[in-house]
């Protein structure tokens, strides 16, 4: 029999061809002469009024084809971008538009657009466009906002987009009551995560065909395709679009349609052109998105033992000039907040609020490792103040494996009910306690501080909901090779689909899994789709592609037993060869491969080679019957589609030893442990690889990325010299790793999503650390030597 795939350390497939530079990216495609590329005149101001544009400059430049301000936009074109994700309590809401109408609102928001013969052209045409600019008064940080002495839309007092509550029980009124009272403020900085390759689009229309052709590094070509046709006032069906190799996303590149999504396609319609834009690197970090900007005040009443009996947590999101993405963000904070504990008291209140910067967008993590730094942070203040081990005060909030599913009385991120699905968490603190070392640390650090050096232990603990839907589909299609083509909607920015998928539908349909080849994030192959975000795409296009191949089995068994004469129940699929179970492997008549069934799936009135004679009409069927029966069709196939009931919920927990320099303050990380649970594995490298990753992020989030505005909004440093971000020698060297798999009961497969996990409990688990090591408070994060160094100076006796 062939070897089950699911579960085993299968090599990616991908690999080969980035690593000898054969990816193809967006910057790859048209590449030709006749290609037209484009530049975008962006704000220098965080806040003004455009008093007058001036691009008399510019129109007779050679070179240059056209330039457009937003007096040249027309119909859905001149009108806001869209609101992704409405919500009842977004009740202000604002989106800016392709081109800035009158107002721009942040440093880098786009003013005008040329297009022309190459870049070096379109950026000097850029710079002889004239501005006049009536400068506002900026709205720069969460104080800014709150104090609300300028707003940043003149239309939404107080800067306040939204307010949102939840809580279920009293808590206020538990921690009245409760004998133990805390209370915490907490602070994450805004960052940004920095993909290898930035935004980039080409476009082409074909007059013809009366159709357009995009190319775009997106996280979701399915909407960007929504978004097209609406804008440029299309049919969907007149409207491709193909995500090439994708450098990286995490999260920025969700967001959809950006203005030059919108705007090269529309020059391309309007120039009978290709025309192409890549964003350079100054672009990224002033004109896409950031995230991390929240402050909390936390109060919390528990027991003499650490039990929760209240946690209320009242907290302010920064979520920049405009709000394209909802509320997301901070609604998984408010709800994922709770990680693997129950409060039975809990109330949480937020406020989103305007600023003069870049938009927030979800990043890596998307708003839950602020949650976890708030929900870590309290206990491990509970464990200071009582004088207890912090893993004891975990363990006794903990919900109990015989406890799931778990309903919190919340509402989630995608509008269902907050309730865990499964896990256990009591087992997963053994296992992290074992892998760091945490019952020998006390006797490593009285070492340590006998050789005058400085060591902490961090622990952190998260859930995360993954698998959000609402729906991904896939289409598996057998040639008459044998070959099987697999195609599903959402995109690919190197979490190894073309592997994991691969290995699934070999499993499913005794292929080779070298026979199987897998197409992600072109509307043309599989039109109806969602995105690759919230660590959903193995729980949801991996459940689909399951299902897909399931009806292909189907039909090929059905097929098969009518060409063998012999019961579906008695046939099986090996190597890609349909056999009679128990039959000599030469036997005659007892096998037929799926190349076979594949031609003998299409009845023919043409024979156009030896192989499709045999489907032609005069030698295969039932005179009696239809050539295709009324419950069937052409070709050997399956599509399907998985939309669940709710999203699924991984777990797990990080800890670290770090070392802090006496005299240079100074981070270093002495060991890294995971312990994590995804459910089942579809392949455990690709994992531990995702888990890599994703620590690594954490580390420049919880110790270095940070972006520094000043009072009046300009970014001061928007670029790789001034925006730390860790080497590898800054990364640990090694991760221990060790798995729990407590399968979900939501979809086939029994998995739960594993992208964003290795980030989210990073800055709680270097504060702990740190603060471990330092016997200083920290409440604010990322903490870098500097920030460490004052946190010192500021605790040390006047």
Known sequence: MTTKLMGQKVQRVEDQRFLRGQGRYADDVAVGSDTLHAAVLRSPHAHARIVDIDV?????????????????????????LPLLIPHPALTRGRTQYALADGEVNYMGEAVAFVVADDRYVAEDAVGRIRVDYEVLPAVVGLPAARAAEHLVHEDVPGNLGARLEQEVGDARAAIEEAPHRLELDLTVERSSCQPLEGRGTVARWDPDLNRLQAWTSTQSSTGVRAALAVKLGLDLGQVDVITPDVGGGFGVKINHPWPEELLVPLAAKALGRTVKFTEDRREHFISTAHERGQQHHIEVGFDDDGRLLGLDVEFWHDHGAYTPYGLIVPIITSTQLLGPYKPHNYRVVFESLYTNTVMVTPYRG??????????????????????????????VNFI?????????????????????????????????KALVGWEEFPAFKAEMAALGRNVGIGLACYVEGTGVGPYEGAHVHIETSGKVKVATGLTTQGQGHATVFAQLVADELG?????????????????????????????????????????????????????????????????????????????????????????????????????????????????????????????????????????????????????????????????YAVVHD??????????EGQIHGGVAQGVGGALYERMAYDESGQLLNASFMDFLMPYVTEVPDGIDIDHLETPSPLNPLGIKGAGEAGVIPSAAVFAAAIEDAEGIPVTAMPISPSELFALRQSKEPS
Not at 678 to 687: K, S
Request: charged share 25%; with cysteine.
């Open 511 to 671: 292929v080779k899994f070298e026979d199987v080849e897998v197409v992600t994030g072109d509307t043309r192959r599989m039109p109806y789709a969602v995105g690759t975000f919230a660590s959903r795409a193995a729980v949801m296009s991996g459940s689909a592609v399951h299902l897909a191949a399931q009806r292909a089995r189907e039909k090929v068994l059905k097929i098969a037993a009518d060409a063998l004469e012999v019961d579906e129940l008695d046939l099986q699929i090996v190597d890609g060869v349909v056999s009679v179970k128990g039959a000599p492997p030469d036997s005659v008549g007892a096998s037929i491969d799926l190349g076979t069934v594949s031609v003998l799936s299409n009845p023919l009135r043409y024979a156009f080679d030896e192989a499709s004679k045999a489907a032609t009409q005069f030698s295969v069927g039932d005179p009696g019957k239809p050539p295709v029966a009324e419950d069937d069709e052409p070709g050997l196939e399956g599509k399907d589609f998985y939309s669940p009931e709710r999203a699924t919920f991984a777990s797990g927990m990080h800890a670290v030893i770090v070392e802090t320099d006496p005299d240079t303050a100074e981070i270093k990380i002495l060991k």
């Open 56 to 80: 008399s400059e510019v129109l007779d430049l050679e070179g240059v084809h056209a330039v457009w301000t937003y007096d040249d936009l027309t119909g859905p074109m001149a009108e806001p």
């Open 366 to 395: 998307a708003g839950r490792p602020q949650g976890c730094y708030a929900m870590e942070r309290t206990m491990d203040a509970i464990a200071g103040y009582l004088g207890k081990d912090r893993t004891e005060v975990r363990a």
């Open 678 to 687: 995804c459910g089942n594995l579809i392949n455990p490298m690709i994992v």
């Open 400 to 432: 109990q494996p015989e406890e799931f599913p778990y309903d919190h009385g919340l509402v989630f991120q995608d509008g269902r009910e907050l309730e865990y699905d499964s896990g256990d968490y009591p087992a997963m603190l053994e296992k992290i």
